[in-house]
């Protein structure tokens, strides 16, 4: 082995990316907060934010910052692609601008970085970006051929929204019920993103009888999208029906990112169909969702 691959071997980089939904990601002493930024701008107009950066370790970092595009992927369970910039055709990596393109965060210090988001005046629908800080930790100790140094990459995810121009709507079709020996009730049905924008779905279900009675409820995994996605919302109920007919009434809360954003309570969409369970918990027959 020559003298150039032991150096690049000596050398190790691990990725740290981050995760949805916390409100402060960590990989390995550097944090950001927040790692979402959901704006809704008119517009032509432009809507300035910051974030903070925060170094726990006893060296000082030097962190890069610099826009990519992402993508949520099948099966639609939050998992994401990172893309080139301004390869999407929702990218909004050039309405983004940062005071800082790099800086140094000393040992227990913190770096605020300020941004600037300018909506272009014929924008429509959501666009999104990831804002991506990245450094070379314990890099003071990396020699040319000798010690380790980690490169950690932190992202906020960017979501913004032309006011007045988006659509937030869903289609729900397909509803499957069937029964196996582990679970009586198994629900399915498909779920497709019909607006211009993201949508995580909060799904619920409730069996009613004639009486109004709910005898079984449950609720479906959480499904994650963009503008035309779909995704596959699955559910069951572990416990034996008796033989009857029964009211199936679902609800999809499609607003659920404006109320984490405390930007107000979205819209829902409600379905019902009737079922009928035989003897000993088959499934007669399932009506059209309704």
Not at 88 to 93: I, L, P
Not at 135 to 147: D, F, Q, R
Not at 190 to 198: H, M, P, R
Not at 221 to 237: M, Q, V
Request: hydrophobic fraction near 40%.
């Amino acid at each position: 082995m020559n003298n150039t691959m032991k150096n690049i071997i000596a050398v190790f980089f691990v990725s740290a990316l981050c995760l949805i939904g916390v409100a402060n990601v960590e990989a390995a002493s550097l944090r950001i907060n927040p790692t979402k930024v959901r704006m809704i701008v008119p517009q032509g107009q432009s809507q300035s934010g910051s974030i903070e950066v925060e170094n726990s370790s006893e060296e000082s970092v030097t962190v890069k910052v610099y826009l990519e595009d992402w993508k949520y992927t099948a099966p639609q369970d939050g998992s994401k692609a990172f893309l080139p910039p301004d390869s999407t055709k929702n990218s909004c990596v050039n309405w983004v601008t940062t005071s800082l393109s790099d800086f140094v965060v000393p040992s227990y210090g913190r770096q605020i970085l300020n941004f600037t988001v300018r909506v272009p005046q014929d924008a429509k629908g959501a666009h999104y970006a990831v804002l991506f800080f990245e450094s070379l930790m314990g890099s003071a100790n990396v020699k040319e051929t000798a010690n380790l140094g980690m490169l950690v990459r932190i992202g906020a995810l960017f979501y913004i929204e032309p006011a007045g121009t988006i659509n937030r709507e869903a289609q729900i079709t397909n509803l499957s019920v069937t029964s196996t020996k582990d679970a009586p009730l198994n629900i399915s049905l498909d779920f497709k993103n019909s607006g211009n924008t993201d949508i995580t779905t909060a799904s619920s279900f409730n069996i009613m009888d004639d009486a109004g009675m709910i005898l079984a409820r449950g609720g479906f995994a959480e499904a994650y999208t963009f503008a035309g996605d779909s995704a596959k919302l699955t559910g069951s109920w572990k416990k034996p029906l008796p033989k009857g007919k029964y009211h199936l009434v679902i609800t999809v809360d499609i607003g659920k990112v404006l109320e984490e954003a405390q930007l107000g309570r979205g819209p829902a969409i409600t379905k019902e169909a009737e079922i009928s369970i035989g003897e000993n918990g088959k499934i007669i027959s399932v009506g059209e969702l309704l």
